[in-house]
């Protein structure tokens, strides 16, 4: 077959009846997507629901993928299936200029002081969070990370106001509604009488609600903050116009919705595979007692833990928590002789790129020294390491994630003594950001000598 005098990629073998591969896809994508690349190079084609994928794996082929504009490539005419938990007219049911100014807003709020200002509460809700665990127990690794990310990302974001109002029985919204991205949310997502789409729709109308009412206490106030409600306060599109309360709404909604589940699935997977490689854990906890001397943790000292750091890297590239990034094609795709045809779909997977032997090292082995000075393998092709994405809409809150994620673990690891209460965790490919298939717990006990102490603002509880 060809279109336009060029050849379409070549289409994996295999596959059901109008479904293609997508049960393949589902139970195992690295392994499928590795078959495709090992027969017919880096740019090839599966079938998904009726669809042709054309799927771009490697470095240079991902580069043309993250590319191209999004008048070829539109990431928003696949992820419109978001609407009924961003709202409409915010980011991906508006147009792409709208869309580009309503992602500039965030860049305020992740500028280099207000993540200065944000160690502190990161440290207070993880200090408060833990303060509830005893001396000694078992918890849900990933449930746990889940509440912890919510806590966190709702209090530098959003604020105190709204955070005091996130009580932990409350923190299943975001559970619910992530519960509402499935295969029929891509065929339409707003189907009547599916259970989900209901939790979904409760749990948006609740969060809208408090959020609502943090804006409303806002507003009131007499003194600015350094979170991101007060960015979206002072924001202007480019006519000049201030946001309305609804894009507010919806635009803080999408940004803890996009960031706490990304967070939460790497801080899961970074203790994780420490726990699995102890040698390992031992240099990170380490650098904790040489980096970190004082009461408080500050933004310089966490920058400062490359080793924990490399730890991060490494599980972000085994264990990217989106497996899967799509593109609708608008205008027809050339790459070399091959041309991925307007109407179809295209994809990246990080999941299988991160596991190509000739980008990473014996990519099936645990190893973050990939990673450090005179390696770095990350680095020597462009979009090598992709799992915050790339190109234009390359994740602007990866430095938030990283900073989250080293805070909790550098909190956690010198209050406790911890090992992982199963073994063999998986990845759960059924989920849309995939942590570790259940169960996956962990196992804690207070250290007897803590060298440093800040005092809890709350109560976490165990899951």
Not at 153 to 177: K, M, N, Q, Y
Not at 266 to 279: F, G, K, N, S, Y
Not at 319 to 339: F, Q, T
Request: one cysteine or more.
């Amino acid at each position: 077959m060809s279109a336009g005098g060029r050849a379409l990629a070549p289409m994996l073998p295999g596959g059901l009846p109008w479904l293609g591969h997508a049960l393949r896809l589902r139970e195992d994508p690295v392994a499928l997507l590795r078959e495709g690349a090992a027969r017919f190079g880096d740019v090839f084609s599966i079938r998904l629901a009726g669809t042709r994928v054309t799927v771009f794996l490697g470095p240079r082929a991902q580069s043309v993928f993250f590319q191209a504009p999004e008048t070829r490539l539109s990431a928003r005419e696949v992820y419109r299936f978001t609407t009924p938990i961003f709202g409409r007219g915010v980011v991906y049911d508006t147009t792409p200029a709208a869309m580009d100014e309503q992602m500039g807003f965030l860049y305020p709020a992740l500028r280099d002081e207000r993540l200065r200002a944000y160690t502190r509460a990161m440290q207070e809700e993880v200090e408060a969070f833990v303060s509830g665990w005893g001396d000694e127990g078992e918890l849900d690794l990933a449930a746990a990370m889940n509440e912890l990310t919510v806590f966190v990302a709702s209090r530098c974001l959003v604020g105190e106001e709204f955070r005091r109002a996130l009580t932990p029985d409350l923190a299943h919204l975001f559970h619910d509604l992530e519960g509402g991205i499935n295969l029929l949310g891509f065929i339409n997502p707003w189907l009547p009488l599916v259970p989900a789409f209901r939790r979904r729709d409760r749990a948006r109308a609740r969060l809208g609600a408090m959020i609502g009412e943090a804006l409303a206490a806002r507003r009131a106030r007499a003194h600015a903050s350094v979170d991101f409600l007060d960015a979206l306060l002072e924001a202007r599109y480019a006519d000049g116009r201030a946001l309305t309360d609804h894009e507010i709404v919806g635009l803080l909604v999408a940004t803890i919705f996009a960031g706490q589940h990304t967070s939460a699935v790497m801080a899961t997977w970074t203790a994780v595979l420490m726990l699995e490689h102890p040698d390992y854990l031992a240099r990170v906890l380490d650098e904790q007692c040489r980096v970190l001397d004082g009461e408080a943790i500050t933004l310089e000292q966490l920058r400062r833990l490359a080793v924990l750091e490399r730890a991060i890297k490494e599980a972000e590239r085994m264990h990217p928590p989106l497996v899967m990034l799509m593109r609708r094609i608008l205008e027809d795709v050339h790459d070399r002789d091959l041309v991925a045809p307007a109407g179809g779909l295209a994809m990246v997977s990080p999941a299988a790129a991160h596991r190509l032997p000739e980008v990473f090292a014996e990519p099936d082995r645990y190893d973050p020294d990939r990673f450090a000075p005179g390696r770095e393998e990350d680095r020597r092709a462009r979009n090598a390491l992709i799992g915050f994405g790339g190109g234009h809409h390359r994740c602007i809150g990866s430095a938030f994630a990283q900073q989250q994620i080293k805070m909790i673990w550098s909190v956690i690891l010198r209050r406790f003594e911890l090992t992982l209460a199963t073994a063999s965790h998986r990845p759960d490919y059924a989920t849309f950001v995939v942590g570790p298939r259940p169960p996956c717990r962990l196992r804690y006990r207070r250290r007897r000598r803590v060298a440093v102490a800040v005092p809890a603002a709350g109560v976490g509880q165990p899951a």
